[in-house]
């Protein structure tokens, strides 16, 4: 079956094929992502309520949802509702309306049988159960049993979502959902789960009742933690539709040529001798990794993944080399205007004395200066182009573009990352090569770079010593500042981090520009101030000024935070240190312990500090290491704070849970190889991916 059909199947319709969903309701579901039948189907259940069991009016507790019946026994109006008072053999309750409406007003008749559903309040007005939903006795209205509570929006209530889901249901109830069978389930040792998706989602939307009550509080619990095995069984086809949505977007890439580089290259052995220290082994192994993909005409796509000061950016250029040797160009981009400068400065260093030409491209840049470069990268006067976002434009078109090499990948999105590799010369696309400091641990990496070949440099140059980190409270800052001071006078140089949140925000150039005064008085010491807000040549000019050593303490925001690099400077204090992410303190510690001096990092905190928070400083205290820190990141604040909502939503999964979920990861993998190589499940596999990813083809495409 090929794709026109499968978009016929009930689940990839839009949800206003459903009757009775106008507009209006679609609009409504959209602000809850929702836009097929199979979106909602997967809008899973936050919670459940449990309405099989009548609760005796006595056995009532503050707080609980309970389901009640009696005899109502009074009626009272009041000027704001309706007071009704409902009596069972065991005690009485008052549920309360404040809103009268006319079938209200019906069925609310002394005398007769209702029974009603709500959260129970004890007060001193006595038990009370506020606009609570109910029925007579007898003629069920309302969903009783295990009821699931939806993720909700302002204006659309939970029966009518539960009445849509089951609309949705019935709609593909006939057809089904076409998903992985037990044989290809027992391939990952999963051959217990028969369930196909279909009936798991029925367990999940429509929970049997357990008679044990027992039992029946586990089930909640396995549902709602996703633990349960009908969560289980979605969530490996869910990952399983991603891992192959990687394997078509790199046999997609296959299809396209790569420009071939060469295996030895002149450029690079005169490089490297210019340097005035050796490769690490890691970083000649890189580097031979990425090469060896380079030199056939199938596109590179690796991931550098190194500790902050592994020294990725020799990396990038000795790789660079190979590409430059055999006649292409190289685009180099860098998330911060001071990183893309940075590497410039760095960049022509090395390659101009080699005859080649770098050039530079970046937002800020005046009109006149965009022109020229676009114009020299057109022409390839220019075979390096270092640069911001700015590279992947619209006006930039490079002559022969053979290799792309994305710095702190992490700070891009997919989209942005693709869009790059569109500037190549027809009929050939670019190698790619991204470099992270983000040390994701594998499976992490492994879910959201599943295209991506992964390189390592697990090593770091010699000679370096630890950063040593103090925690100190703000109370003491004053201290702090007769420290710096005396260790800039002695010749050391220091950085002075202001807390903020966003680089360019106006805020934290605000806060900056008070402390940079405020230290500025109090110090006779030369003192410089980057931010965000300023010009792009102010900025490069007090950075100039920094690694000149014509500047002893420079104020900063986190613009600092990548790719900075100063060896001389030793000493770094963070402000409100509490309010980042450990990554990122990681990250901003990592422009110190760059030279031979013993280097230190304060970082200022400010009470009342939380336990986790204290945990969490404590760990950077404890570990300079990347790859532990990531991971105790990633277990106290989750896989978006770490690595950013961007990035993280582009993962876009309904259920699956990086994290919790890891262990089903190489499951997943395993399925989807084991279909893509299989002939005969070619079709399935694309059902899966249009199932799940209906956008997948976007990509795959771009
Ligand atoms: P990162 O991996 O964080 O991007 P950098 O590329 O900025 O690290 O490198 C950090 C520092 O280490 C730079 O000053 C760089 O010149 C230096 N460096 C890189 N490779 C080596 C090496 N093999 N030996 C010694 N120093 C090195
Ligand atoms: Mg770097």
Redesign the pocket.
Known sequence: MNTSDTRRLAIHLPITALAGVGDALAQKLHELGIYRIFDLLMHLPRDYEDRSRRVNIKDVQHGMSAMVAGVITKITPSRTGLSVILEDESGVIELRFFRVYASLKNTMQIGEKITAFGEVKISRFGVQMAHPEYYITGKKQFDDGLVPIYPAVKGLHQNKIRQLIRLAMQAVSSEGVYCLSTKELRLAGFGDMTEDVFCALKQIHLPDERADIFAQTLLLQGLKNRTHPACRRLIIEELTAHQLSFLYRRKNLYQHKAPRCVLKSPLADQLVQSLP????NA?ARVISESVRDMITSRPMLRLIQ?D???????VAALTACHALDAGWQVALMAPTEILAEQHFINFQKWFTALGIQVGFLAGKQSAKERTAMTTAIANNDVQVVVGTHALFQDGVVFAKLGLVIIDEQHRFGVEQRLRLTDKGATNSTPHQLAMT?TPIPRTLAMSMYGDMDVSVIDEL?PNRTPVTTITINRDRRDEVIERIFVNCKEGKQAYWVCPLVEESSTLDAQSAELLYEDLCDRLDIRIGLVHGKMKPADKQGIMAEFKAGNIDLLVATTVIEV?V?V?NASLMVIENAERLGLSQLHQLR?RVG?GSAKSFCVLLYQMPLSPTGIERLNVLKDSTDGFVIAQKDLQIRGAGELLGKRQTGDMGYYLADIIRDEQLLAAAQTIAHHLLETPDKQGLAQQIVDTWLPTAKAYVNA
């Open positions: 220290f050796g490769l690490t970083q190194g902050v000061g592994a020294g990725k950016t020799l400091a140059p790719g690099d060896p990592g760059r």
